[in-house]
């Protein structure tokens, strides 16, 4: 599974959340958690205050494309949304890299040209 954005500990157990002012929002696909809320069909929400938490943060997805550092940003099916990591631009050209911003190569290419998946907490 290919993860980018906010998670939370809590109780014993990761959710994919998202801070506010409030605290922590978790959620998650199980209806019978206690104090959840429905958001919408198949998806619940609970807010948590930051101290009851046991961690916060934020997780991404990164390994190689053709040797090179890259960040995974989605997947759909056999594909996967890849972000250029290394910081030359000329290089991400040469991998055919499609140009998303200044200094910012993205793709989409065959997950099975991207090696070394791994997450990273941050």
């Known amino acids: 599974?290919?993860?980018?954005?906010?998670?939370?500990?809590?109780?014993?157990?990761?959710?994919?959340?998202?801070?506010?002012?409030a605290g922590a929002h978790l959620y998650s696909e199980r209806a019978d958690r206690v104090g959840f809320e429905a958001v919408t069909a198949g998806r619940y929400r609970r807010v948590v205050p930051f101290s009851d938490l046991?961690?916060?943060?934020?997780?991404?997805?990164?390994?190689?494309?053709?040797?090179?550092?890259?960040?995974?940003?989605?997947?759909?099916?056999?594909?996967?949304?890849?972000?250029?990591t290394g910081g030359r631009s000329p290089r991400a050209e040469l991998l055919g890299l499609d140009r998303f911003d200044r200094g910012v190569y993205q793709s989409w290419v065959p997950r099975d040209e991207v090696?070394?998946?791994?997450?990273?907490?941050?």
Do not use: C
């Open 115 to 122: 090696a070394d998946l791994h997450e990273e907490h941050l």
């Open 1 to 21: 599974m290919i993860r980018d954005g906010y998670y939370a500990r809590w109780q014993g157990d990761e959710f994919d959340a998202a801070p506010s002012s």
């Open 54 to 84: 046991d961690e916060f943060g934020y997780v991404i997805t990164t390994g190689s494309y053709r040797n090179e550092p890259v960040k995974v940003l989605a997947e759909h099916e056999q594909w996967l949304r890849i972000e250029y």
